[in-house]
């Protein structure tokens, strides 16, 4: 079994930035893809970001240009910078990795991020 643990969220006002972590108890070296996902209060979870296989990276239009995501492969470690953000972007965020070799994928348990205006 795989943990996947995200810090990082908080409080901040519209504008502002936050970095969100999220740490895997297994080697990620083998994971594609890592992604952040994030779930509004009465919405459906959407996909956020994701580094692919090659290292590609991609972006949901709504954070493009705001958000950039990036791994460390040594601290099994993906992070999210989350720059300008907005009242829209107040949502509990959550990392999905894949294992290659098994096909399986896991959650974390979500950090909540809050924006006000």
């Known amino acids: 079994q795989v943990q996947l643990v995200e810090s990082g969220g908080g409080l901040v006002q519209a504008g502002g930035s936050l970095r969100l972590s999220c740490q895997a108890s297994?080697?990620?070296?083998?994971?594609?893809?890592l992604g952040w996902y994030r779930q509004a209060p009465g919405k459906q979870r959407e996909w956020v970001a994701s580094?692919?296989?090659?290292?590609?990276?991609n972006y949901a239009d709504s954070v493009k240009g705001r958000f950039t995501i990036s791994g460390d492969n040594a601290k099994n470690t993906v992070y999210l910078q989350m720059n300008s953000l907005k009242p829209d972007d107040t949502a509990v965020y959550l990392c999905?990795?894949?294992?290659?070799?098994?096909?399986?994928?896991?959650w974390g348990q979500g950090t909540q991020v809050t924006v006000s205006s």
């Open positions: 999905n990795f894949r294992w290659t070799v098994t096909g399986t994928t896991y």
């Open positions: 297994r080697s990620i070296s083998s994971a594609r893809p």
């Open positions: 580094i692919n296989i090659g290292g590609a990276t």
